[in-house]
């Protein structure tokens, strides 16, 4: 029950309004029940004139059910004609189902919005955690996440609310049935709790079914999440059979654990039929053989019982999709709090500038143990650019990490313009850069949305301006529908060349000071290569550019070019002049530096 308690404190007034529904249906609902036994009384003794049999009304009313519903009905001075109690009957129904619709209604509004809830809070909980949270994170445990185990949580409150439902309406009829014969409604509670007794080790089985789906589906999808990601090498190695294998056993696994869930529902359900069955079978000849009930008590009470039995069946029903589905919403609000102490610390109020330079003394940085940097001192000065080239894992990505505000130093500083990093606001600064990674990663969609990300504050003529920047507007502008055009699946539909243009593009339409090329031209070919450099040269004087690279291309039109070896950097020898040669630049970025174009042609 602590599930049902955790969402109804997240949601309270909508379940307030789901239960007072509920109630209102269940008053309902009982009116209705209570015009059955007189009715029943009616039928049973009327004979074809359509005059009453005076026993039959006597049966009717030796039940404290009957004598309540015959006094109220005296004290209104009515007769309870047939048609009168149909009448009161329907216009019962009627009323309690509106009050289901109303609670079903919510119910519906309620499970959508818990789905919602929980996705946003995971996302706004990812969006703000730290970088490091990121590399220890497979990316198919957070799909799972987003996708499944939310579904499975809501599900799970969905089944809790029936359940809730289901209890309510057993109460009514128990109430009901107690008016009729306390006795045998005593005997009756009895055997629901033994059948509930019965059936409690196929409920803990359905809990432990539910557990393994989740730790399975968690560890399959971030199986497939990793594969659909390097499909293609695997197929070029005809590789792809390795991964089908690991695959198909994981989904083997779960197929087992769902065949042990359904075996475990439907030999519930089939089990309390049975028991029900039988109960019903021997209480009906008890009441009418050995207590000499009369024949419209014993109906209406049989009617009472039955219905009071297949709801407490029905709460079992329930109970059971909901330990099968919770545990999808455990492991959510574990994830969600793992996520939430990875909190990003937003730094320092002070707002960022770019005009001068940027500065590193002594930094250091290890993962693990493992030194990375060493007393990095190195200037990067306003408006030029900068090279960084090293072997892999020297510590080139992990410094612009650091100049990002990814990573914290763990020894020595980074000043902006001769403010420290962590006294400026990181989200200002953040903004202020433009990042192209060595993987371009474009979203199946058109050129205008991979370049605006569809931020709603970018137009057109600002993405087409980018685009210009960036070199790329000659061959978008060819495409079949120019910007509309869909560049297909991480941008398949385009060059190598004609990708890196696009992410140029990206990074440029929020007009940033400071331009960041992570590895980015490391996989293309020469003449591609040469036009995003004669792009960057455009660009130079207007932008700050930290470019790291293995390629020579881009060490030749680098005004500094530093390489870093062991965790230590030192300036190369093909850089035009020394720190010392080179004056501080004053570079004031033109914020009309993207509306010149670059007619470089792609290779």
């Known amino acids: 029950m602590r599930f049902l308690i955790t969402f109804a404190r997240r949601y309270p007034w909508r379940s307030s309004i789901m239960v007072l529904a509920l109630l209102l249906a269940g008053f309902m609902e009982g009116i209705g029940l209570s015009m059955l036994l007189p009715l029943i009384g009616i039928t049973v003794g ?355 990490d650091i100049v990002t505000g990814l990573l914290r130093p763990q020894q020595g500083e980074i000043w902006i313009d001769d403010v420290p990093l962590a006294r400026l606001d990181l989200k200002a600064w953040r903004r202020m850069i433009g990042y192209i990674p060595q993987e371009t990663i474009l979203l199946h969609d058109t050129v205008l949305n991979n370049v605006t990300l569809g931020d709603p504050a970018l137009s057109e003529a600002d993405a087409q301006t980018a685009l210009r920047a960036a070199g790329a507007w000659e061959f978008v502008k060819a495409m079949p529908r120019s910007m509309q055009s869909i560049v297909g699946e991480r941008g398949g539909k385009l060059s190598g060349g004609q990708r890196q243009r696009i992410a140029i593009a990206r990074s440029l339409v929020h007009q940033p000071k400071l331009l960041i090329l992570d590895e980015a031209t490391s996989g293309l070919d020469p003449a591609s290569e040469a036009a995003v450099c004669d792009t960057l040269l455009q660009l130079r004087g207007k932008l700050t550019i930290l470019a790291i690279s293995h390629q020579s291309a881009l060490v030749k039109i680098a005004d500094y070019a530093y390489r870093i070896q062991d965790g230590k950097i030192f300036q190369t020898d093909n850089t035009s002049a020394t720190d010392s040669d080179k004056p501080d630049i004053e570079a004031e970025p033109d914020r009309d530096l993207y509306t010149a174009s670059s007619n470089a042609k792609l290779g």
């Open 46 to 400: 009327t004979q074809p004139g359509g005059q009453h049999f005076a026993d039959a009304e006597a049966g009717a009313t030796d039940s404290t059910l009957g004598r309540l519903v015959a006094n109220a009905f005296s004290a209104l001075d009515i007769t309870p004609t047939m048609g009168l109690l149909l009448i009161v009957i329907i216009v019962a129904v009627i009323l309690k189902s509106g009050m289901m619709l109303l609670a079903k209604k919510q119910l519906g509004y309620t499970v959508a919005r818990v789905v919602t809830d929980l996705r946003l809070e995971l996302l706004r909980a990812l969006m703000v955690s730290r970088w490091q949270y990121f590399l220890k994170q497979p990316l198919g445990s957070l799909a799972n996440a987003m996708a499944t185990e939310t579904g499975r949580a809501s599900k799970a409150y969905m089944s809790g609310v029936l359940m809730t439902t289901e209890l309510l309406q057993a109460t009514l009829y128990c109430l009901m049935a107690f008016l009729v014969s306390w006795k045998a409604t005593l005997i009756s509670l009895t055997a629901g709790f033994i059948i509930l007794y019965l059936v409690k080790r196929f409920l803990k089985k359905a809990r432990r079914a539910g557990i393994r789906q989740t730790e399975l589906l968690k560890s399959m999808l971030a199986l497939l999440t990793d594969t659909l990601q390097s499909i293609k090498p695997l197929k070029a190695m005809a590789r792809e059979n390795v991964f089908d294998l690991l695959l198909e056993k994981k989904t083997q696994r779960l197929n087992r654990a769902l065949q042990k869930q359904v075996l475990n529902k439907e030999f519930l359900k089939a089990f309390q039929e049975i028991l029900m069955s039988v109960f019903l079978a021997a209480g009906v000849y008890i009441l009418l053989v050995r207590w000499q009930m009369s024949l419209a008590s014993v109906m209406v009470l049989a009617f009472l019982v039955a219905r009071l039995l297949n709801r407490l069946n029905k709460v079992q029903q329930r109970y059971q999709e909901m330990i099968i589905f919770e545990s999808g919403y455990w492991s959510l609000n574990e994830t969600i709090a793992s996520v939430q102490k990875e909190r990003e610390e937003p730094g320092g109020g002070q707002e960022p500038d770019l005009k001068r330079a940027i500065r590193t003394e002594n930094l250091g940085f290890a993962y693990d143990g493992h030194q990375v940097l060493r007393d990095v001192s190195l200037k990067l000065p306003a408006g030029r650019i900068t090279t960084l080239i090293g072997p892999s894992g020297s510590g080139k990505t992990t410094l612009v």
